[in-house]
């Protein structure tokens, strides 16, 4: 059953500042109920943020071999130093529909694994724990995934069904103390997290932060990871973007989904790839191309809290103007109070 | 029937992937869980008598089986953790005991949603405690429960088994997609119609394969019917397979297409896709056995 007929609920508010994900997560003690943390569901000691987010937006006009350029260029200029690390690429990979946008393109993440390798990253992880199909075999073939990985010889890793780490959540809006996470995840020394930007008709965008469901394994939680619906999607996409805090944000926004999101919708030329370390700043610049007020997305008001940045004043632009691809997604109709102007 | 040289390609990747401790990982060198090693015990392969030690050496005193203690019970993992200990006598009580366990929980129920227009009063099985019903939970528990009344078991808690397996049969009947089969969930939500998926209208379907020619059932056979040899991946071929011989049907096409496919399956070399291979690409009578159901 979906997450309709479910009461959603909000955490609490707060402002905030972070120590480092790995650490944090090596931590058993960790989580967060620090002394002084009040009412809020995290410690704002553990969340730092810088005074401005850089976001990019790159023009793209299709999935050509021109991206792996683009996303070079992006990488070069916004990324934390990858020289020698780790990286786990994880797309967002849950259904297929021929001829519509619910995945992210291959070519794109193919194009981010030559662009990190390029680099200097020792090695990069293509990694995914969709919440719809359990089949990835199914999954990888039929998006094309499966033959940049092969072409390339990279690793994919199916977080469904990985190994996992019992890891301490840095904030507890669902409630929880801990989440198992898959241990390819937590021993990344570098998590890019790769969305498709897609409206979705529970929690009104769904992108980098909300792509990151996709890491939570089904084989200990079911599907579609309903735990994390029960506990509020919402609550749940704060817990995870504060615990997991990916390092680094590409948005396939080539061709998104408006409408019926994240499954069901149309497909929409955007032409852009959104790129940035802060993952609260990439989702509202991205909401904010599509024509939605960021500020009234709960989750990303809520992260701005404490996370990262959604307010435009805290977000320095870099690559093309956002008005160069500013448009208006069709939204579900009980959603549309969340649209800009 | 398949190749000797396929039958053993599956066998030995299959063989190479069993742990020291018996059980199987998702995928080579992961630790034993619940799921694969069920899987591998309902293969004819010799690696499935250390699988089915390894969830009796799983079992509770509850009767739940479990590879985590911090990880919520896995309702549709333990069905088929029952299915596969109900293979030998041996290990019947054992999978009795989980019998016993999956007829006590449910799935959580929900008032009417304009959203989803669909009987949420339908208490089948979730996967985990506290959410809500789902088709492959369902679909697994739902067999493993006829699967051990066809073998006489069960019998003390014959009303309870009865009451349940009525609710996951109606479940799965409104459940059904316009287009026939299943998708992993709903049928529609906001008025869309869902997507069927060929591995749980496989499972769905070997859950009720005693009720045709309920409507719903037939409509659910022609979905696979037609749409078993689109989804190519091992894991969806060899489901398909299982079910469509469960139900008489002809599966030489399908056959052909998991050749065709295992230069891709057995290098990703998914236990469950390989365990499910492996018993579609025996020529042994009994390897259907275990999925099948007194009508």
Same mark, same amino acid.
């Given at each position: 059953?979906?997450?309709?007929?479910?009461?959603?609920?909000?955490?609490?508010?707060?402002?905030?500042? *972070?120590?480092? %994900?790995?650490? @944090?997560?090596?931590?058993?003690?960790?989580?967060? #109920?620090?002394?002084?943390?009040? +009412? /809020?569901?995290?410690?704002?000691?553990?969340?730092?943020?810088?005074?401005?987010?850089?976001?990019?937006?790159?023009?793209?006009?299709?999935?050509?071999?021109?991206?792996?350029?683009?996303?070079?260029?992006?990488?070069?200029?916004?990324?934390?130093?990858?020289?020698?690390?780790?990286?786990?690429?994880?797309?967002?990979?849950?259904?297929?529909?021929?001829?519509?946008?619910?995945?992210?393109?291959?070519?794109?993440?193919?194009?981010?694994?030559?662009?990190?390798?390029?680099?200097?990253?020792?090695?990069?992880?293509?990694?995914?724990?969709?919440?719809?199909?359990?089949?990835?075999?199914?999954?990888?073939?039929?998006?094309?995934?499966?033959?940049?990985? *092969?072409?390339? %010889?990279?690793? @994919?890793?199916?977080?469904?069904?990985?190994?996992? #780490?019992?890891?301490?959540?840095? +904030? /507890?809006?669902?409630?929880?103390?801990?989440?198992?996470?898959?241990?390819?995840?937590?021993?990344?020394?570098?998590?890019?997290?790769?969305?498709?930007?897609?409206?979705?008709?529970?929690?009104?965008?769904?992108?980098?932060?909300?792509?990151?469901?996709?890491?939570?394994?089904?084989?200990?939680?079911?599907?579609?990871?309903?735990?994390?619906?029960?506990?509020?999607?919402?609550?749940?996409?704060?817990?995870?973007?504060?615990?997991?805090?990916?390092?680094?944000?590409?948005?396939?926004?080539?061709?998104?989904?408006?409408?019926?999101?994240?499954?069901?919708?149309?497909?929409?030329?955007?032409?852009?790839?959104?790129?940035?370390?802060?993952?609260?700043?990439?989702?509202?610049?991205?909401?904010?191309?599509?024509?939605?007020?960021?500020?009234? #997305?709960?989750?990303?008001?809520?992260?701005?809290?404490?996370?990262?940045?959604?307010?435009?004043?805290?977000?320095?632009?870099?690559?093309?103007?956002?008005?160069?691809?500013?448009?208006?997604?069709?939204?579900?109709?009980?959603?549309?109070?969340?649209?800009?102007? | 029937?398949?190749?000797?040289?396929?039958?053993?390609?599956?066998?030995?990747?299959?063989?190479?992937?069993?742990?020291?401790?018996?059980?199987?990982?998702?995928?080579?060198?992961?630790?034993?869980?619940?799921?694969?090693?069920?899987?591998?015990?309902?293969?004819?392969?010799?690696?499935?008598?250390?699988?089915?030690?390894?969830?009796?050496?799983?079992?509770?005193?509850?009767?739940?089986?479990?590879?985590?203690?911090?990880?919520?019970?896995?309702?549709?993992?333990?069905?088929?953790?029952?299915?596969?200990?109900?293979?030998?006598?041996?290990?019947?009580?054992?999978?009795?005991?989980?019998?016993?366990?999956?007829?006590?929980?449910?799935?959580?129920?929900?008032?009417?949603?304009?959203?989803?227009?669909?009987?949420?009063?339908?208490?089948?099985?979730?996967?985990?405690?506290?959410?809500?019903?789902?088709?492959?939970?369902?679909?697994?528990?739902?067999?493993?429960?006829?699967?051990?009344?066809?073998?006489?078991?069960?019998?003390?808690?014959?009303?309870?088994?009865?009451?349940?397996?009525?609710?996951?049969?109606?479940?799965?009947?409104?459940?059904?997609?316009?287009?026939?089969?299943?998708?992993?969930?709903?049928?529609?939500?906001?008025?869309?119609?869902?997507?069927?998926?060929?591995?749980?209208?496989?499972?769905?379907?070997?859950?009720?394969?005693?009720?045709?020619?309920?409507?719903?059932?037939?409509?659910?056979?022609?979905?696979?019917?037609?749409?078993?040899?689109?989804?190519?991946?091992?894991?969806?071929?060899?489901?398909?397979?299982?079910?469509?011989?469960?139900?008489?049907?002809?599966?030489?096409?399908?056959?052909?297409?998991?050749?065709?496919?295992?230069?891709?399956?057995?290098?990703?070399?998914?236990?469950?896709?390989?365990?499910?291979?492996?018993?579609?690409?025996?020529?042994?009578?009994?390897?259907?056995?275990?999925?099948?159901?007194?009508?």
């Amino acid at each position: 059953m979906s997450d309709a007929a479910r009461p959603r609920n909000y955490g609490t508010h707060g402002t905030g500042a *972070a120590t480092g %994900r790995r650490q @944090f997560l090596a931590t058993a003690a960790g989580a967060l #109920v620090a002394a002084g943390c009040g +009412s /809020r569901p995290y410690d704002p000691r553990q969340f730092p943020r810088p005074e401005r987010s850089a976001v990019g937006l790159f023009a793209a006009d299709g999935y050509t071999d021109a991206l792996a350029d683009i996303v070079y260029r992006g990488l070069a200029e916004l990324a934390p130093p990858v020289h020698g690390k780790r990286v786990l690429l994880k797309p967002n990979m849950v259904e297929f529909e021929r001829d519509s946008a619910i995945n992210t393109h291959a070519l794109v993440v193919a194009a981010a694994a030559d662009a990190l390798l390029r680099l200097g990253a020792a090695a990069v992880i293509v990694g995914e724990a969709p919440g719809h199909r359990r089949d990835v075999e199914y999954l990888l073939g039929v998006t094309g995934l499966l033959d940049q990985l *092969a072409d390339r %010889r990279l690793t @994919f890793v199916d977080l469904n069904h990985d190994d996992v #780490v019992w890891s301490p959540l840095r +904030s /507890r809006f669902m409630g929880f103390g801990e989440l198992a996470l898959p241990a390819t995840l937590v021993g990344a020394d570098l998590i890019v997290s790769m969305p498709k930007l897609k409206t979705h008709h529970w929690a009104v965008l769904t992108c980098g932060m909300k792509n990151l469901f996709g890491t939570v394994p089904g084989a200990v939680y079911g599907w579609p990871k309903n735990v994390l619906h029960v506990a509020g999607i919402d609550n749940a996409i704060l817990d995870l973007a504060a615990t997991i805090r990916p390092h680094f944000t590409i948005v396939d926004g080539i061709v998104g989904m408006e409408g019926d999101g994240p499954i069901m919708g149309r497909p929409r030329h955007v032409g852009v790839i959104a790129m940035g370390q802060d993952v609260v700043a990439v989702d509202a610049t991205c909401a904010r191309v599509i024509g939605i007020e960021p500020m009234r #997305v709960r989750y990303l008001a809520e992260a701005d809290r404490f996370l990262g940045h959604a307010g435009l004043a805290r977000i320095e632009m870099r690559g093309e103007p956002l008005a160069r691809f500013a448009t208006s997604f069709v939204l579900p109709p009980s959603l549309r109070e969340v649209t800009a102007g | 029937m398949a190749t000797p040289s396929a039958q053993q390609l599956v066998g030995d990747a299959l063989a190479a992937a069993q742990n020291s401790d018996g059980g199987f990982g998702y995928y080579p060198g992961k630790a034993s869980r619940v799921e694969p090693t069920a899987w591998a015990a309902l293969t004819p392969q010799p690696a499935a008598a250390r699988a089915r030690a390894w969830l009796a050496g799983a079992q509770s005193t509850d009767g739940w089986v479990r590879d985590d203690r911090r990880a919520p019970v896995n309702y549709a993992f333990n069905a088929l953790s029952a299915i596969a200990l109900l293979v030998t006598p041996e290990t019947r009580a054992e999978a009795e005991r989980i019998g016993d366990a999956l007829l006590q929980v449910r799935g959580v129920a929900y008032p009417p949603s304009p959203v989803v227009r669909q009987d949420n009063s339908l208490q089948a099985w979730s996967w985990v405690e506290g959410t809500s019903s789902w088709i492959e939970p369902t679909a697994c528990c739902l067999l493993a429960v006829k699967r051990a009344r066809t073998l006489g078991l069960l019998d003390r808690a014959t009303h309870t088994a009865g009451a349940r397996i009525d609710v996951a049969e109606r479940m799965l009947r409104d459940r059904a997609c316009a287009s026939g089969g299943w998708n992993y969930g709903n049928a529609q939500v906001f008025d869309a119609h869902l997507l069927a998926h060929v591995p749980t209208t496989a499972l769905a379907l070997l859950a009720v394969q005693d009720r045709r020619p309920a409507p719903y059932v037939e409509s659910g056979l022609r979905f696979l019917a037609a749409q078993s040899s689109v989804e190519r991946s091992g894991f969806a071929l060899a489901l398909s397979t299982l079910c469509l011989r469960r139900y008489g049907q002809p599966t030489d096409r399908l056959m052909a297409l998991i050749a065709a496919q295992l230069p891709v399956s057995v290098p990703l070399a998914n236990v469950v896709t390989l365990a499910t291979l492996s018993v579609v690409l025996s020529d042994a009578d009994e390897a259907l056995a275990p999925f099948t159901v007194a009508t």
